[in-house]
């Protein structure tokens, strides 16, 4: 596998394979890989000829006080883990190279009425970072297929929206949430968690899937929330949000809908958790 910070670079070896008529797959990250990421990378690798990964801390999409300095770069084995999972090329830019002129002067992509919600209002500017990050990668690496994690579920419909809206022709896949045995979704962020903390972190899939039940069961959709916010504050955790939407507008959900959304942010600590079920009624 080439890991490469160069623009140029890349764009050559996908003209490269262009020309012979293959295919590219990729799957942007922020590294510190995990076996959710991993996954994601085998995803990519069955659904194309080659699939480059990109491994790049947007500060763009990080807030004042978020974790942005803290972010665990472990470059040497996530390159042995992309390498296992298939990837022929990896990019790693510098903010400079991404953002030449400061983030402040940057074009930047907003996706509108969805970035403002849930996470978009907990952390204002998170997605008009991700959405411009990742309309940049898609430009220098321009992909027939992108492969994300429908962990960020938000993420992904941002993502969704932006291809839709600017008519880029690459086709996004998500993919299911990777869980710990306990059920914990896998993230960089579990990192910070203690094994105590761990533990207790459960109760977010617990809870999700609980949710899911008493929904199933026709029980009121504001009482299934309140109820629920009560089992995750009891678990340790201060609530950001915990929300019931329609899976494919994202408006709030109503009892006439089939397909649904849980979605929940909460923080163990200092650590702030995201994780979401699909919920489909008969
Ligand atoms: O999900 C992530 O890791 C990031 O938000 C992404 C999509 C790589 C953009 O920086």
């Not at 990896?90 to 509108?112: N, R, S, W």
């Not at 972190?201 to 617990?206: G, R, W």
Request: aromatic content about 6%; hydrophobic content about 45%.
């Amino acid at each position: 596998m080439i890991t490469t910070e160069s623009i140029n670079v890349i764009r050559e070896q996908v003209r490269a394979w262009r020309i012979k008529g293959e295919t590219v797959a990729f799957v942007p990250t922020m590294g510190n890989l995990h076996l959710g990421h991993i996954t994601l990378v085998k995803e990519a690798r069955s659904r194309a000829d080659h699939v480059i990964a990109s491994i790049f801390v947007n500060p763009m999409q990080f807030g004042q006080n978020e974790d942005l300095d803290a972010y665990p770069k472990t470059l040497i084995d996530d390159q042995q883990a992309l390498i296992a999972a298939g990837a022929e090329l990896l990019f790693t830019p510098t903010p400079a190279i991404i953002y030449p002129k400061g983030m402040d002067v940057q074009t930047f992509v907003e996706v509108p009425l969805i970035s403002d919600q849930l996470c978009g209002e907990s952390r204002p500017g998170h997605f008009r970072g991700v959405a411009t990050i990742v309309c940049k990668l898609f430009n220098i690496v321009q992909p027939d297929i992108a492969v994300f994690g429908q962990k960020d579920f938000q993420q992904l419909l941002v993502i969704k929206t932006m291809v839709e809206d600017l008519s880029m022709p690459i086709e996004i896949v998500g993919v299911e949430t990777i869980r710990e045995a306990s059920g914990l979704a896998m993230s960089s962020r579990n990192g910070y968690l203690t094994s105590a903390q761990k533990q207790q972190a459960a109760v977010l899939k617990q809870t999700l899937d609980k949710m899911a039940n008493e929904l199933c069961s026709g029980k009121q959709i504001n009482e299934v929330i309140k109820a629920a916010q009560q089992v995750i504050a009891s678990a340790g955790f201060r609530n950001d949000y915990l929300d019931i939407r329609h899976a494919k507008s994202f408006n709030k959900a109503l009892s006439s809908d089939n397909e649904l959304v849980i979605l929940v942010a909460a923080y163990m600590g200092d650590t702030r958790l995201i994780d979401n079920l699909v919920v489909r009624l008969n």
